[in-house]
Structure formats: C-alpha cells, structure tokens
Nanobody, 124 residues
Framework: VQLQASGGGLVHTGDSLTVSCSAS????????MGWFRQAPGKEREFVAA????????AYGNSDKGRFTISRDNAKNTVYLQMNNLKPEDTAVYYC??????????????????WGQGTQVTVSS
C-alpha cells in the first residue's frame, strides 16, 4: 500500500486548508487512517485519526476543535480539514494507516503504512 499526501501549502493565520491522503496498491481493508505532523526540531505529533467505518475519531491536543478528519472509502482517501490555522500549525503533515485504531503520539512507532508528507506553512 502506498499513501500519497497532497494539499499542503502556504497560508495565512486564520485561513483554512484541507489536506488529503490517497491509498493505492490495494484497497484498504479495516485500517484506521489518520495524520501526524512534525515541526522542525520537534517530535512527531498525533493530529487525528478515523476508523474504517468513520464511527470512531480521535484528535490530538493541538486541534482544539479546529480540525476535522473524514474519509471516503470508495476513493481510499482520508481528508483533514484545518480551520483557523496558526503559525504553530506549521509542520510536515504525514498520513498513516494502521490495523489498530490510533490516538496518541507514541503509536507513531507502530503504523503499518506512512505517506511521504505534505508541508503546511502558516504565516503570521
């Protein structure tokens, strides 16, 4: 399975942006899909995840109600809508997939698949 992230870019404080991650190679089964991010000099941080059914979602501490994750299984794609972006949201955003539902930073070490990352830069 290959994960391809897209949609990053340069935005201003308060703007909105949606990043996407599409899986190819085979149709994902019951994997949870989600996002981590990593800023320069910092550890990889959990952002959000959604179960295959869409019934279970988890968000990291940094989201504070500004981010919404969703998925379209017919398209093998997960989306992360980010609103009211702040400079501290600047990071490389990595999509990931796992057979286990994930919801924390430490679970980054057990992801089954990773995308290549997409840069999100928020200017002040």
């Amino acid at each position: 399975v290959q994960l391809q992230a897209s949609g990053g870019g340069l935005v201003h404080t308060g703007d909105s942006l949606t990043v996407s991650c599409s899986a190819s190679g085979r149709t994902l089964g019951s994997e949870t899909m989600g996002w981590f991010r990593q800023a320069p000099g910092k550890e990889r941080e959990f952002v959000a995840a959604v179960s295959w059914s869409g019934n279970n979602k988890a968000y990291g501490n940094s989201d504070k109600g500004r981010f919404t994750i969703s998925r379209d299984n017919a398209k093998n794609t997960v989306y992360l809508q980010m609103n009211n972006l702040k400079p501290e949201d600047t990071a490389v955003y990595y999509c990931a997939a796992s057979k286990e539902f994930f919801y924390s930073d430490r679970q980054a070490r057990v992801m089954d698949y990773w995308g290549q990352g997409t840069q999100v830069t928020v200017s002040s």
